[in-house]
């Protein structure tokens, strides 16, 4: 895990070396920084795999140059491959093998590939660069692209100088939480989409890009449950036994949930020495889940270590929240999450997670939602517009969100798309034309809960999980693996029957059944209170003062297509206590946070 970093732009290297050294938690190990012909590669190590001076990088192999920031967790069997048909190694490095393999496949060499990465590779020799991003976005990739000039990193804030604020991505923030790929903050700066790679020849200053992956239409398998239990099993053991691979200490995230439960489950049977498991609890039982960790953990004879918190700790991150998480971000739970990365680096230097289970099985609270109001919603639509008119609704006495949204919304698709988009609640116009790229999900299954996961998918688990998976981890130089992030599970997931991964009051059935082989179904079968913190009430107390300074009308004001009077009154009444606007809220003080550190607005 790594930072990385290329440019044809003339810096000298004293400014390319301080703009690597602004995200040096991504590799404190090692700063390397190279020049080839017109361009300049730099990278920063977080030594993981053949921790020698040897695999450092910018890497060479004849006339190829890499940078390259992840894991290739098949790379032995490729480089078994490769050495059959001639090749030799001088490093123990799955860089080398990437690197070797392209000289061999090209830009073949993705389909062979297992891992999480984001890479660029310069052939001197054609003087033209091949970057490629892994199929579901675990790994970051920015690039800036103007006028033939170009910088590529793996975070923003190396490119952030002299730029525009992108007002487009502002109204998409508001709307997400985030802003979705390819989109960023700033003008000219973009992020390239998972399961795509992109091509410069600078002979011609021509940049084109493509796809090499993507979810396909569904083809449900005609199988038995034991035979798809049997087969998923055996999928996620090799997952996990892959991700095992590493020349530094090794742990595993384990929470009250499924999903790290399994995880570290797998990992406990088929790791060679006993395992170290890591969990964070909270004051507040309405928090806190690391009794039910404890237990799990007892149960797999792990060595464990559960750390309890306050809120104190938790809210003494959000500067580095803003460090680490260089471009808006208002997901809360990347706070808790930074504070587990902190506690675990003081063991180990890789971790598993459990991040993915949910998306692939079925597993988010949204999907029993989709459920209960899916009769709704096949009411034609003229007869939901009339019965969401105020008199019904209050003479039913009907305040729910759901069914007031599954009564307003026109289609199966657009109250999937609500789950994921507030589409322009907060903004005087609302626009949504960056949907565009996420509109696969239509035409990949005609299940309707599948439509919701494969949205989840390709929009919130790259532009939400997987970025506060990697930028919490990366500020405090963790590598974080998930298994349920293979490619191949994703893949055999997707061809299950719904009634295999999903049961109405028992989500992600088949996992749970799976998880029984390790662990008894009484002690995992009690209610998920998520990766959660009570920040909405911390804004109306502990950081009241902060929110409402930082939320001040010369601020609002600036704030492209914002409403400011429905913000205002949507803040009042948070703060009363009437209503619990905290993603709202939250939403805006993040904002507001990261205008004021990079100087914008």
């Known amino acids: 895990m790594c930072g990385i970093y290329l440019t044809n732009i003339p810096y000298d290297n004293n400014e390319i070396e301080s703009k690597l050294k602004s995200i ?36 060479q192999y004849e006339k190829l140059h890499i940078v390259f920031n992840g894991e290739i967790y ?89 730029k525009q604020i992108n007002n487009e991505a502002i109204s998409m923030f508001l709307d997400c939480m985030y802003i979705p790929s390819p989109y960023t903050i700033v003008e000219h700066v973009f992020k390239l989409p998972p399961g795509n790679y992109m091509e410069i020849d600078f002979n011609t200053n021509k940049k084109t890009s493509d796809e090499y992956w993507n979810l396909k239409d569904v083809k449900v398998k005609d199988i038995s449950y034991e035979t798809a239990k049997k087969e998923l ?21 384990l929470s009250g949930g499924i999903d790290s439960a399994l995880v570290s489950s797998i990992a406990a049977k088929v790791s060679p020495t006993k395992v170290n498991t890591f969990s964070i609890g909270f004051e507040d039982p309405k928090f806190d889940e690391s009794k039910i960790a404890e237990q799990y953990a007892e149960i797999l004879d792990t060595n464990h270590k559960t750390t309890i918190c306050n809120p104190e700790d938790i809210l003494n991150l959000i500067p580095k929240l803003v460090d680490a998480f260089d471009e808006p971000f208002a997901d809360s739970s990347a706070l808790p999450s930074l504070l587990l990365n902190k506690i675990t680096k003081q063991y180990v230097t890789v971790a598993l997670s459990g991040d993915g289970g949910d998306e692939s099985f079925i597993g988010y609270p949204y999907f029993d939602s989709l459920v209960r109001h899916k009769s709704i919603i096949d009411i034609p639509y003229l007869i939901r517009k009339f019965l969401a008119k105020p008199i019904f609704l209050n003479a039913f006495k009907i305040n729910s969100h759901r069914v007031r949204n599954a009564l307003n919304t026109k289609t199966r698709n657009d109250f999937i798309e609500n789950i994921f988009s507030r ?76 009634s295999f991964r999903y049961e109405k009051g028992r989500q992600k059935k088949i996992l749970r059944d799976i998880l029984k082989e390790y662990i008894p179904e009484d002690v995992f079968n009690q209610p998920k209170r998520g990766f959660a913190v009570p920040i909405g009430d911390w804004m109306r107390n502990e950081l009241k003062d902060e929110v409402l300074t930082a939320l001040n009308d010369d601020f609002l004001n600036k704030v492209p297509n914002l409403d400011v009077s429905k913000f205002k009154r949507i803040l009042d009444e948070h703060m009363a206590g009437k209503e619990d606007h905290t993603h709202h809220v939250w939403k805006l003080y993040t904002l507001s946070k990261w205008c004021k550190e990079y100087n914008f607005l």
Not at 440 to 453: H, P, R, V
């Open 24 to 59: 040096s938690f991504r590799g404190p190990d090692y700063l390397g920084i190279k020049s080839v012909d017109k361009l300049t590669l730099g990278h920063l190590r977080l030594s993981i795999l053949d921790l020698n001076a040897r695999s450092h990088q910018p890497m």
């Open 74 to 162: 098949n790379y032995k069997d490729i480089k078994k491959e490769l050495l059959s048909l001639g090749y030799t190694f001088t490093t123990e490095s799955d860089t080398e093998v990437l690197l070797v393999g392209y000289k061999e496949w090209g830009k073949n060499v993705l389909q062979k590939l297992n891992g999480m990465f984001a890479f660029s590779i310069y052939n001197s020799e054609t003087n033209t660069l091949f970057s490629a991003r892994d199929r579901l976005g675990v790994k970051p990739f920015y690039y800036y692209w103007n006028d033939g000039e170009f910088e590529i990193c793996s975070q923003i804030k190396p490119l952030l100088k002299g």
């Open 233 to 253: 099993h055996e999928l996620l053991i090799d997952a996990v036994k892959i991700r095992l691979q590493s020349d530094v200490p090794i742990g595993s995230f």
């Open 423 to 498: 589409k322009g609640f907060l903004l005087k116009e609302k626009k949504q034309d960056w949907m565009k790229h996420y509109q696969g999900y239509k035409k990949w299954s005609n299940i309707f809960l599948q439509k919701a996961a494969d949205l989840n998918i390709k929009l919130w688990l790259e532009n939400d999980s997987n970025v506060k998976v990697d930028r919490a981890s990366m500020a405090y130089s963790v590598e974080v693996r998930s298994p349920f992030l293979d490619y191949r599970i994703v893949e055999y997931a997707r061809t299950l029957p719904m």
